[in-house]
């Protein structure tokens, strides 16, 4: 169809529909879940923009929404316990820099916070923690990498090595994450999303999913090490690092069938290692 | 002791059998508990309807190399234990238990 042919040459390579400051809002897509951020402050947008590329999407569709009211430099307080509650149909959200509501029925809530790109950060995470609970999955403290199409997750509290193991990932491996990895449940399957929230490393993981090969609970230690994991012990472990906001019946017990069906589903192994970067051998 | 005693399930828990063991967890607040074998025996006999000494005897003794008096001795202390970290209900009254109601959360 010589028509169509001519056409094509003649346009530009269509590029993606950036969203634009001045609409003042935005469509963050974590994990298929697309959220739309709307403010009054379109150097806010910018700055969200900025903070979630790679997670930006081009899409206008959102299932969630929410809009933002900027509070005053310094109004916040030092308040660092988040308290996240159900009351009368809606989910609040609070620490010291931010209050966030969000109704599931209509899927729109709304956050008020300073102008600091992390107080969203913490009510993203929040929000995506009650969304997985609903369908298996969960965030959970762990770097994670795709390599040779399987997810590899590292879990760990703070200085149990999760950056360390993100550092040390061969040159074909794919970053997910060196801080929250974002776990989902299809089917009987397990896999693992690249995620904009980072810790030390200080940068957005890849936006990519691959299924999970294995959980590994991080311990450092004078040689490198894999041993099974299994049970309750198992549970014990993972549970111990799932993000887990909210105080709520139902939710505690989402969060517990998740990690019970997810050890029962995906290998747990203790790695205990040396870091350098032959710890990588031995994910196989 | 010749009062039955009654023990039933809280509503406020979450648990799983995992081989031999049974984990449960507060959903009041997210302690983890472990139960081994014979506490998981107990753990799924306690239906609120049958006497803890009925438990004892017909399921505990039955699959165990232990006698009634010792073996309700211990399960008297197991369910104190998990009645004070509200996992289990006692009563000297058998214990109805309610339908667990979905809430709308998302």
């Known amino acids: ?284 | 002791m010749n009062e039955k005693r009654y023990v039933a399930r809280s509503t406020a828990i979450a648990s799983r059998v995992l081989g031999d063991e049974t984990m449960v967890m507060s959903a009041t607040n997210s302690t983890l508990f472990t139960l081994d074998e014979v506490a998981t025996v107990i753990w799924e006999a306690a239906d609120g309807a049958t006497p803890l000494e009925e438990i004892v005897t017909k399921k505990v003794c039955a699959q165990y190399d232990i006698t009634p008096e010792v073996a309700l001795k211990d399960a008297e202390v197991l369910v104190e234990q998990l009645a004070e970290h509200g996992l289990l209900l006692l009563s000297d009254k058998p214990i109805a238990q309610p339908a667990s109601l979905p809430k709308g959360t998302p």
Not at chain 1, 157 to 173: E, F, I, N, Q
Not at chain 1, 174 to 191: G, K, P, W
Not at chain 1, 231 to 252: H, K, P, Q, Y
Not at chain 1, 272 to 284: I, K
């Open chain 1, 1 to 284: 169809m010589p028509g169509v042919m001519a056409a094509a040459q003649r346009s530009e390579p269509p590029s993606p529909k950036q969203p634009e400051a001045a609409a003042a809002n935005v469509v963050v897509e974590i994990g298929g879940l697309p959220i739309r951020l709307r403010c009054d402050d379109p150097a806010f947008i910018r700055l969200i923009i900025e903070r979630y590329a790679g997670y930006v999407s081009s899409s206008n569709d959102a299932g969630f929404e929410f809009d933002i009211e900027l509070a005053p430099p310094g109004t916040e307080s030092r308040d660092e316990d988040v308290r996240v509650t159900w009351d009368s149909g809606r989910w609040l959200m609070e620490r010291g820099d931010f209050r966030a509501e969000w109704n599931p029925s209509t899927s729109r809530g709304r956050i008020q916070q300073t102008t600091n790109p992390y107080s969203l950060d913490s009510v993203l995470r929040i929000v995506h923690t009650l969304l997985l609970a609903r369908k298996g999955g969960f965030l959970v403290h762990a770097s994670s990498a795709i390599r040779n199409g399987r997810a590899f997750l590292f879990s760990g509290v703070s200085g149990a090595g999760k950056t360390t193991m993100a550092r040390l990932a061969p040159l074909d491996a794919a970053l997910l994450t060196d801080e929250i990895s974002y776990v989902t449940r299809q089917d009987d399957r397990y896999f693992a999303v690249g995620t904009p929230f980072f810790g030390e490393l200080a940068r957005a993981g890849e936006n990519l999913r691959a299924p999970i090969e294995a959980l590994y609970l991080l311990a450092k230690g004078s040689e490198n090490k894999i041993e099974p994991v299994a049970g309750a012990d198992a549970v014990r472990g993972l549970l111990g690092n799932i993000l887990f906001f909210a105080r709520d019946t139902e939710f505690v017990k989402l969060v517990f069938n998740a990690a019970c069906d997810f050890v029962s589903r995906v290998p747990v192994r203790r790695l205990t290692f040396v870091p350098d970067s032959r710890v990588w051998e031995l994910m196989v």
